[in-house]
């Protein structure tokens, strides 16, 4: 890989992180008013994406630590947020 590659690579990975946060706000967002998690389904249809793409963004958001996975509930897989950035959220809330 040369210098131009690398650059463009990093660059790639920046406007991933950045669109993660967008995308971990809308989640917080969402919690706050309804008290859950948007599905998958809801979040591809807000950012126009598929729904395997929103998948693959909650598991980056889970390795991350933004979110952490919950047990399988059946076929389910459920998400929580890391507390440690719910500080700022209303306690109303939990």
């Known amino acids: 890989m040369n210098i131009t590659e690398k650059h463009i690579s990093f660059r790639l990975k920046e406007q991933a992180k ?3 946060k967008e995308i971990f706000n809308w989640i917080l967002s969402i919690y706050r ?3 859950k998690f ?3 389904q809801e979040m591809a249809q807000t950012f126009g994406f598929s729904k395997e793409r929103a998948r693959q963004i909650m598991e980056r958001l889970v390795k ?3 979110v952490f996975k919950n047990r399988k509930q059946g076929w389910r897989t459920t998400y ?3 507390p440690s950035f719910t500080k700022n959220i209303n ?3 939990f």
Request: no cysteine; aromatic share 12%; hydrophobic share 30%.
């Open 18 to 20: 950045e669109r993660d």
């Open 33 to 35: 008013i309804a008290g």
């Open 38 to 40: 948007p599905t998958l």
């Open 64 to 66: 991350d630590g933004y």
């Open 80 to 82: 929580i947020i890391n």
């Open 91 to 93: 306690p109303q809330y």
